[in-house]
């Protein structure tokens, strides 16, 4: 599986990484611009990630327009449905505005509030079918 952690924080993207390594090739940007070009750049190598998880709360581009922007270049790829990048969204926001525009206005697969603990990320990555359950 490819995988790409999108966290401003040094701790916690170092933190994902060791999480999610085992699981897949891991790849880290530090802000929402950086992910949609590294998501750009997968694509473009015919090589794109399945799974992504991604703060909200970042420098430059938060990521609530970082979804949007993933969003726009899988439709135009006219990529839909099952086939669309898994994107769990992470924050330390957990009111219902949040949750909302994630889910409906961004069309995050999944919502996880931090702080992140390894067996309720690996429990939603199994829900996703991305990894089997032990």
């Known amino acids: 599986m490819k995988i790409l952690i999108v966290e401003d924080d040094f701790i916690a993207r170092r933190l ?7 699981y897949g090739e891991c790849d880290t940007v530090v802000d929402g611009d950086e992910a949609i070009q590294a998501f750009r750049l997968a694509w473009d190598d ?3 990630y399945e799974l992504i998880c991604m703060d909200i709360m970042m420098p430059k581009m938060d ?3 970082a979804l949007l ?4 270049i899988e439709k135009d790829l006219e990529v839909r449905g099952s086939d669309e990048v898994k ?6 926001l957990g009111d219902p505005k949040s ?5 409906y206005k961004g069309g995050a697969t ?17 829900l996703l079918g991305l990894i089997r359950a032990y």
């Open 16 to 22: 994902l990484k060791d999480i999610l390594s085992p």
């Open 46 to 48: 015919n090589q794109p």
């Open 63 to 65: 990521g609530q327009q």
């Open 69 to 72: 922007g993933i969003r726009k």
């Open 87 to 92: 994107i769990i969204m992470m924050t330390a």
């Open 99 to 103: 949750v909302v525009d994630a889910y």
């Open 110 to 126: 999944s919502y996880l509030v931090k702080p992140i603990e390894k067996s309720k990320l690996l429990k939603e990555i199994r």
